[in-house]
């Protein structure tokens, strides 16, 4: 297309231009309101940059970059055995705790850029790319090197898009599949979800909601977050201590500052056994998705009443009674989600280290950066009618 391409660089929310939102589109995560929420309680060791593209003076694109300091964590994550943890600590220490990536490493899904529709993308990416390797000077120049370079997320159709000499020196991978369900147009509330379901399945969620007749759920509003936060932290940190991996652990004031910022659009619903929080997930309505956020639980609630399985119910009884057409369940929990009726919708990306030599070792050492989680996905309704897909529809790069 005519007109030379001109990427800005902010790392202070408050100099967004308001164009930003133009090309961002409908895609609440590369919008001004959760870009200021997630600013105002971005983790400890990150550090955001937004990324605008103009052609000849207009604004035509724009992305989130991430870099993450990992060297400032205590803990990568405690669930596997105690000798893995410590060589994986050490690894990353050394070798990769200085990531910068293109992209939202607190979301699932092809959130890391938007591109006004008629745009070259493959130009756009280049131009990213310069940026990106812009700000990989800044971070070198204050002492923090990237030792990796990642662009997340992106689905197999986009990446095309690096088909590029500059991309030569990077690994594609494939992680972990992020778990998206689908809502028929025929379904109008959660009865018609649980009539679609095989017996054996119909009959885990009869299970599950029995189990937790006696919890009370509500939904909380932003001086119930103030109130509960020590607990809601307590509660996420239960959950995030046992993951595989982590790359960062969330401000205590997280939720707090995405209810303020998003309002209606971040909901967090709070479980109570006997008046006491034993657990919470939150959901943001993004479009005609509803994208499963961060939660967490107390494990002998978990335990007794089933408590994650019935909050995924939850998710699909409120995506499905308010008209949405899909769920983002992301990449966590894969066979349960499963069970429930997520389908597995792959996900790409490109991954290049500092060191020409370990690079070059980047197909072996993989693994050591994404855990594989061995799984087995489930099938949970009749073949009544065909499932939807799980792709989006319109622009690769345009939120869906």
């Known amino acids: 297309m005519a007109g030379t391409l001109h990427p800005e660089i902010f790392d202070d929310l408050a100099?967004?231009?308001?164009c930003w939102d133009v090309p961002a589109g409908a895609n609440i995560f590369l919008s001004r309101t959760y870009l200021s929420a997630l600013h105002a309680s971005a983790p400890?060791?990150?550090k955001l940059h937004y990324i605008l593209v103009r052609r000849s003076g207009i604004p035509v694109a724009v992305a989130i970059s991430q870099f993450l300091d990992m060297s400032r964590l205590k803990s990568f994550g405690e669930r596997d055995n105690r000798f893995k943890t410590k060589i994986r600590t050490i690894v990353f220490r050394r070798f990769a705790s200085n990531v910068?990536?293109?992209?939202n490493n607190m979301l699932t899904g092809q959130n890391a850029l938007a591109i006004v529709n008629g745009e070259n993308v493959q130009e756009i990416v280049l131009s990213m790319a310069r940026a990106l390797s812009q700000i990989a000077e800044r971070m070198a120049s204050m002492g923090k090197k990237p030792h990796l370079t990642i662009w997340k997320d992106f689905r197999q159709e986009a990446m095309s898009s690096f088909n590029h000499p500059l991309f030569k020196d990077y690994f594609k991978f494939s992680t972990q599949p992020n778990m998206v369900f689908a809502i028929p147009d025929f379904w109008r509330n959660e009865a018609d979800y649980?009539?679609?379901?095989h017996k054996k399945y119909r009959d885990q969620y009869k299970r599950a909601r029995k189990k937790s007749s006696e919890l009370e759920k509500r939904r909380l509003d932003l001086d119930d977050i103030r109130f509960f936060r020590?607990?809601?932290n307590e509660l996420y940190h239960n959950v995030a201590a046992n993951a595989p991996f982590n790359?960062?652990?969330l401000h205590e004031d997280h939720f707090y500052e995405l209810k303020r910022a998003m309002g209606e659009d971040f909901l967090v619903y709070g479980y109570f056994d006997a008046g006491r929080l034993v657990g919470f997930n939150t959901i943001i309505r993004n479009g005609t998705d509803i994208d499963t956020y961060f939660l967490g639980y107390d494990e002998v609630?978990?335990?007794?009443?089933m408590l994650y399985l019935n909050m995924l119910y939850d998710m699909i009884g409120y995506s499905v009674n308010n008209g949405f057409k899909r769920i983002i369940f992301a990449r966590t929990a894969l066979e349960i989600k499963s069970s429930v009726g997520a389908r597995p919708e792959a996900m790409y990306g490109l991954i290049r280290h500092g060191n020409n030599i370990i690079n070059r070792q980047m197909h072996r050492l993989f693994g050591y950066f994404e855990p594989d989680v061995p799984w087995t996905e489930r099938h949970p309704f009749k073949d009544l009618a065909p499932q939807p897909s799980t792709a989006g529809e319109g622009s690769q790069y345009q939120a869906d």
Request: charge should be positive.
């Open 247 to 249: 790359t960062f652990y």
């Open 194 to 197: 649980v009539a679609t379901l």
């Open 100 to 103: 910068l990536l293109l992209g």
């Open 301 to 305: 609630a978990q335990r007794e009443c």
């Open 230 to 232: 020590n607990r809601i």
């Open 15 to 18: 100099s967004l231009p308001q």
């Open 44 to 46: 400890a060791n990150m």
